[in-house]
């Protein structure tokens, strides 16, 4: 189909860039790098050949999440903005952008983000899963109390927030010794994000901003397959949740989460999670440059759905939740 809309797109700046060194091998590296700096040239093409109509951008992972340095994070979150913002108004038709969020620091994460809207133009933020800080060794996940005035800002605002993947830091990667196969996109990628929007939801976040809208890619990070067996295990024992949060963990997935077709592009997934959230609440995306963008849209135009849900994934939700 032609007109879609993708929204986990990524690029990178040379100081972001490497990154994403490990996740090919070696040989393919040149490749991958060539795709994430550039925006106007392969990209464009490739949209054009496979019927993408608009690109939603976003930095590479982990980025601005990896700097401990709050000034550091701060400065790196900033210049990414504003070169995706120049390149955006190259070709304001064809690409929008998310905001990369200094999370280190809420209070500015939350000026950055008022800054990109409201001066940029920017349709939301993807941010790149928890964030590392000077002042502690733990990892900072935003279910935290010092992220409430942040959520409050983005309720504000009223834009999407993208969560996005990154592996677990090496003191919690325990689990993965000897099996390093399973890092990144295989597992660990989906185990992490999984677990930190559970964490959101447990929170008893949406419950205080009950407007916010969290977007998960790779068709929702396993999330759908399991919701009913976390509100309903050993459900003859009576026993109230030990979480804070005032509703079932499937009413806040139902309400409040999107998910995306991002580098997950099998039909028996897809429609497994139209049945748990519904096709109004999936969008299409691919996952370039880490994945190609003919794999994604051949697989899409051709998936056994029918054709009103097509055209609301490829594109119909992104324009209404994206006010495009």
Same mark, same amino acid.
């Given at each position: 189909?032609?007109?879609?809309? =993708? $929204?986990?797109?990524? #690029?990178?700046?040379? /100081? !972001? ?10 040989? &393919? ?5 060539a795709r994430l700096l550039d925006i106007q040239d392969t990209r464009l ?79 939301? =933020? $993807?941010?790149?899963? #928890?964030?590392?800080? /000077? !002042? ?10 010092? &992220? ?112 995306t077709t991002s580098g997950n592009f099998r039909t028996q997934t897809l ?54």
């Amino acid at each position: 189909m032609n007109g879609k809309i =993708a $929204l986990e797109e990524h #690029f990178a700046i040379p /100081e !972001t860039v490497m990154d994403s060194a490990g996740f090919v091998p070696d040989n &393919y590296w040149i490749e991958l790098k060539a795709r994430l700096l550039d925006i106007q040239d392969t990209r464009l093409k490739l949209m054009d050949e496979h019927g993408i109509d608009q690109m939603i951008l976003s930095l590479n992972a982990p980025a601005v999440q990896a700097i401990p340095n709050h000034a550091k994070a701060i400065e790196i979150a900033k210049k990414a903005n504003d070169y995706l913002a120049e390149e955006c108004a190259k070709n304001p038709e064809r690409f929008k952008a998310f905001a990369a969020l200094p999370m280190q620091d809420p209070e500015a994460a939350a000026q950055e983000l008022e800054r990109c809207v409201k001066e940029l133009g920017f349709v939301g =933020a $993807l941010v790149n899963g #928890f964030s590392q800080s /000077e !002042t502690t060794e733990e990892p900072l996940y935003y279910d935290l109390p010092q &992220y409430r005035s942040f959520w409050a800002k983005v309720e504000e605002l009223d834009v999407p927030f993208y969560l996005h993947p990154r592996n677990p830091l090496p003191q919690d990667s325990c689990i993965y010794q000897g099996h390093p196969w399973l890092m990144g996109p295989t597992w660990a990628f989906a185990q992490e994000t999984a677990v930190h929007a559970l964490r959101l939801m447990g929170s008893g976040l949406f419950d205080e901003h009950p407007k916010l809208k969290i977007i998960l890619g790779h068709m929702g990070e396993g999330l759908p397959y399991m919701m009913w067996r976390i509100d309903n295990r050993n459900a003859w024992v009576e026993v109230e949740p030990n979480y804070p949060a005032k509703k079932k963990i499937c009413e806040y997935f139902n309400e409040n989460f999107y998910i995306t077709t991002s580098g997950n592009f099998r039909t028996q997934t897809l429609i497994d999670a139209m049945l748990e959230i519904g096709s109004d609440k999936i969008l299409f995306s691919t996952d370039w440059p880490f994945e190609n963008i003919d794999h994604a849209s051949n697989w899409f135009d051709q998936a056994s759905i029918s054709e009103a849900d097509r055209q609301k994934i490829g594109h119909l939700n992104a324009r209404k939740l994206f006010n495009l």
